[in-house]
């Protein structure tokens, strides 16, 4: 069973950037197709970013492409969420979560980490 924790999360100002990781313990993550997901306040938890098993296939929501950019050191577990030119709107809690293949939906993830918080503001 893998599990996955984020970190890298903060308070920044807007046009800041982030990187947030997400480590993998136990099983291997490139066993997994890995996911970013965000949630604020009084919303439901939307689509960020996804990277297949390997890393040749990303896709992004159209609300971050061109700023946000997923990738994955598989050597060391991790996946990374390297966050540019970030809006007051970017402030969520960050997921990730880890699924059998890369998905824009949230259902179809089976492990998910704990959250942090992504804070945009002056």
């Known amino acids: 069973q893998v599990q996955l924790v984020e970190s890298g999360g903060g308070l920044v100002q807007p046009g800041g950037s982030l990187r947030l990781s997400c480590a993998a313990s136990?099983?291997?993550?490139?066993?997994?197709?890995m996911g970013w997901f965000r949630q604020a306040p009084g919303k439901e938890r939307e689509f960020v970013a996804t990277?297949?098993?390997?890393?040749?296939?990303?896709s992004y929501a159209d609300s971050v492409k061109g700023r946000f950019t997923i990738s994955r050191d598989n050597a060391n577990n991790t996946v990374y969420l390297q966050m540019n030119s970030l809006r007051p709107e970017d402030t969520a809690v960050y997921y990730c979560?880890?699924?059998?293949?890369?998905?824009?939906?949230?259902?179809?993830?089976?492990?998910w980490g704990q959250g942090t918080q992504v804070t945009v503001s002056s």
């Open positions: 979560a880890a699924n059998r293949v890369p998905s824009g939906l949230a259902r179809a993830y089976e492990l």
């Open positions: 136990g099983r291997t993550s490139s066993t997994y197709a």
């Open positions: 990277i297949s098993r390997s890393g040749g296939y990303t």
